[in-house]
Every structure is written in C-alpha cells, then in structure tokens.
C-alpha cells in the first residue's frame, strides 16, 4: 500500500469479525442528527490526490476512490479475498475450467449489457485494450509485476477474453483487474484508443468508469467529488454523493470531525482514535490489517551495502518505545514482511532493542568513532539521508525517536520531507522512492491476499519495472518467490514463503517497524458500511447516511 501500495493477507472469517470492534451508539430509525447531510458522504485524510487513473499508480487514498468508480474485473469479499465477480462471471479456476490443466491459460467470461458511465458498451476490447496498455513500455507504471507473463490475448467474441501466460500465476484474481491492491483497472478503449500513451492526458483528472459511482469534479488540493451512477449495471447507490476532502493537517480532520463537518476518517493514527472515540455522535471500527510499517535501506548506497551496518541500525531501533509512545499500542510488533493475520506468515523471533549489540557489530565492522561520536569507516562517516512523506505527524514523532537511538550508535542523518504526489511518483517523473533519491525511507505497505513478494523484494523488480525500491537482491529468494508464484498449491507456496520471510529476516535490506489496525471513525448516521481492510470501499451499494 505507498502507504500503500499493494495495498493486503487472509484472515478466517470468524477471527476477522470477532477482531472487528466499533466503538460509539447508532440513531435510531431514520432520525438524522441535525449536521448529517442527507445520502452525502464527506470523508477526508491527510493526503493529496496526483492522479485519478489507477494505470498510472495509486496511494492507498487514490485506490479508495477508484474501489467506488472504476471498472474491475473482480472485487474482494468481507474478508479481503478476491472472490467476487465483478466485469466477469465466475472467477476462474481449474475446477471450472476457466484455468487450463496446465495453469498456463486464463478465460475471462465478461458480463453482458454493461455500460461505461458514459454511456458506452463494455467489451472484449476494452479489457485486451487495457492489458496492453499495462505493459505498453511507454506509460508510466509503477509495476508490470505478473502482467509481463501475458504471452498472447485471444478475443473469441466480444464478451470473452483469454490470457496466456509464459508460466502458471498464482496471483491472478489478485493482480488483473482487481481492487485488492494498487491494481490498473480496465480502460474504455473508445474514449483512449487515439493515444500513444496515457501519461498526460485529459482521462486522467476526470475518468470515465464502471462503479455506483462517477466523478463529477477534481478540484485540485481541494476535494474529489463523486454522485452516483445512474448506468451501474448493479443499479444505483443509495448515496447521492461521495466527496473527498483533501486536509494536509491532521489535526485540522480531527477538528472537523468534532465539528461534524466530516462524516469519516479512514487509516486514522493511533494518536488520534480515543480523541475520536470521545466525540458525541462518532463511532470508531478497527480491523486487523495487512498493512505494516518499514524502514528501508537503498543498498545502493555503499554505507547500508553492509550488512553489519543494517543489522547494527535494526538493534538501534526501539520499537517497542515507538508502538507504545506513538500507536497507543494498538499495533503489533512482528519482524515478518507477511503479516500475522496472513495464513503465509512465519513467527520470527523479535530481534531486541539493544544498543550494546548495535555498538558491538559496528566496532567488529571497523566503524571507528570520530568528531561528534560520529563513526568513519576508510574516509567516509556514516551519515545518511532520510526521507518521509509530508503531512504525517507521526513519522515526524518516530524520526526522532529513531535519531535518539540511532546518535547512540554513533550515527547522524538528515531528513528531507516530500509531498506524496513527489514521494511515491515514479522514476520518470522525479519520484522519491522509485527514484533511488534516499539513504533510509519510513513509509506502509499493504500486502495482498495471495501473498506475492515478488514485486517488492524480486531482483528483477527494481525500480522501473517493480517496487523494490531497496535494491536487495538474493537469488535464493528469487527461486522462492518464483516457485511460489507459479504454483496453485497452496502447501507447496508456504513453504516457498517461509524461507522468503525468513531471508529478508536475516539480511536486513527492510526493518518492520510495526503491523498496523486498520482504524477509521465515521458518523453514526452511517448505514450498512461494512470495510474490509484490503478494499473498505468495494461494497458501497447500500451505504447510506
């Protein structure tokens, strides 16, 4: 999830809705409080939109939207799964043969009589148009992960499509099409079919999609404004309308959550929730998340090459500090990149906070103490670069905690804070991240459910053709990751898994910092929302205030 970015693991039903705990008293009947603005929803976070089309990447608030307006193939159930038929029919598998023996040939059974939110039919061409832009080399996309397998596409007749692929893909539902991530979804061929590329073009700011809803207006810095759509194929919403507020201040939502001028606030920070919890007429929900904090190391740089130094700035990281003084203790402490509600996930050990054993590696590693208590090693003192998204009060809280800790050990770092539009753009266009312009990076990300960690920690995922923005290479891994992604046998992708896990555990190219809840508040005049964490906005049709 860029604070998302894919943007999630799976969760038993039973243990997702005994974890799920709303806090706050529902009104009664159809009696609306006086500030409730009749099938209107307002709802806000602390971060900028830098584009609607989700081809082109998305921050998890981006996907929100695009979950209410866009066109997919599938969307996920009340527990994040990808096993909702959305464009299509029938999920495919190999027991209904839309997956061939062989798991090399995928068979989309599309829907008849949809149409865009403008008007025009929805076919065949759309979806073949659409993966061919995904890997059209000359568009913008921050991942071609699993869309590179894509040998040829046949187009039988207009209402069925079938991928064939170099090699079986377990993450198919997930990844084609799907909301359960920071997905492309399907394009309108009619309206894009004149342009060699989609980087920078009108569609962007105001698409035409397939949802309850459709957008009416971007005011930039300012609001998204989405009414809804008359054409959906599944009927109209019972919203009128969805808007978007754009507030770069947190404490500037939770005051208009007080006053009511907002009627939710999703991926609330732990800070914020009692405060929220306090407040007449608002009710707070949390959910186990798939989403966990990370500081990155960009082994690009020759001071975190070494793994002695990585190892020594994980010992240097009081995490058990940052959970309780910054997340209320409402998150989790794991070192596994998948998380625990995931089937996948492997219970490591916790590596301490201990500074002893951080100075130790150091000085073992021939990082001598200079000026200031600042190390040097041949030349060159260990100072690094450290970057973070603006608006995010508590990483700003964490930086310091972390330069605390880290000055302990004989380390100094700078920190450089950039909008998000800039943080997670891609190479191309100066992004931050997948540009390779940091030492150390603190931001989220969110898994999906079928657990591919290909895309983050493959060696041939580095920026632009993936997310692995740390540069971390190991072939063993690779193999792992592979031999999992080709493979619908889910025992056989666990154990693949495992030992994925377990080598990013040991050499430290990322630190988890923590495994989130996903925590939002919202007014209770709110109606049959029912979030998952990997799509709260996916099942929108009878929400209602």
């Not at 860029?2 to 974890?19: E, K, M």
């Not at 880290?406 to 991240?433: C, M, N, R, S």
């Not at 923005?469 to 898994?497: G, I």
Request: glycine share 6%.
């Amino acid at each position: 999830m860029p604070n998302v970015v894919r943007l999630i693991g799976l969760y038993t039903a039973a243990a997702l809705l005994a974890a799920c705990t709303r806090v706050g008293t529902s009104s009664i009947g159809n009696t609306r409080r006086p500030y409730t603005r009749p099938h209107e929803l307002r709802f806000a976070a602390a971060s900028d939109i830098k584009g609607l089309n989700p081809l082109l990447g998305a921050s998890v608030y981006e996907t929100y939207l695009a979950q209410m307006t866009m066109a997919w193939l599938i969307k996920t159930d009340a527990h994040g799964d990808a096993t909702v038929p959305e464009l299509i029919t029938e999920i495919p598998s190999q027991k209904n043969g839309g997956i061939s023996p062989d798991g090399k040939t995928i068979t989309w059974h599309l829907r008849h009589g949809v149409t865009w939110s403008d008007g025009a039919p929805f076919n065949a061409d759309d979806v073949v148009y659409s993966t061919n832009q995904v890997n059209n080399p000359a568009n913008n996309v921050i991942s071609r992960d699993g869309w590179e397998q894509i040998t040829k596409i046949d187009e039988p007749d207009k209402y069925t499509v079938v991928y064939h692929l170099k090699v079986p893909y377990s993450s198919f539902a997930v990844t084609f099409f799907s909301t359960g991530g920071a997905n492309p979804s399907v394009l309108p061929k009619h309206l894009l079919a004149s342009y060699s590329n989609l980087n920078q073009i009108p569609y962007n700011s105001l698409p035409v999609g397939i949802g309850p809803f459709k957008y009416q207006a971007w005011n930039r810095g300012d609001s998204v404004v989405m009414v809804a759509n008359d054409r959906y194929f599944r009927g109209r919403p019972k919203l009128d309308s969805v808007i978007y507020k754009t507030v770069q201040d947190k404490n500037t939502v939770l005051e208009q959550m007080r006053t009511h001028d907002l009627d939710m606030w999703t991926d609330v920070s732990p800070h914020y929730l009692p405060q929220l919890a306090a407040v007449a007429g608002l009710a707070t929900i949390k959910i186990p998340s798939f989403t966990f904090d990370h500081v990155d190391f960009n082994l690009r740089s020759p001071i975190l090459a070494d793994l002695a130094v990585r190892k020594s700035l994980r010992f240097a990281l009081n995490r058990p500090q940052i959970v309780d003084k910054v997340h209320n203790n409402l998150y989790l402490l794991d070192e596994s990149p998948i998380v625990p509600a995931s089937r996948f996930h492997v219970n490591l050990p916790l590596v301490p906070f201990d500074l002893t054993q951080a100075n130790k590696l150091l000085d073992a590693d021939g990082w001598a103490r200079g000026p200031g208590g600042i190390r040097a090693k041949n030349g060159r003192r260990l100072s690094l670069t450290f970057v973070l998204a603006t608006g995010q009060p508590d990483n700003d809280t964490i930086i310091e905690l972390i330069r605390n800790t880290w000055k302990q050990i004989g380390v100094d770092f700078g920190v450089k804070h950039y909008l998000d539009a800039q943080y997670f753009a891609p190479a191309a266009q100066g992004g931050i991240l997948y540009g390779g312009k940091f030492d150390v990076a603190l931001f989220g990300w969110g898994e999906d459910t079928n657990e591919d960690l290909s895309n983050l920690y493959a060696c041939y995922r580095f920026p632009p053709n993936g997310q692995n923005v740390m540069h971390w290479c190991d072939p063993a891994a690779d193999a792992a990751m592979n031999a999992a992604k080709t493979s619908y046998d889910q025992a056989f992708r666990k154990k693949e898994l495992d030992m994925v896990q377990r080598a990013v555990y040991e050499q430290a190219p990322t630190v988890v910092l923590d495994v989130r809840q996903w925590l939002s508040a919202y007014n209770n005049d709110l109606r049959n929302w029912h979030p998952n964490a990997v799509a709260p906005f996916d099942d929108m049709m009878n929400v209602d205030i």
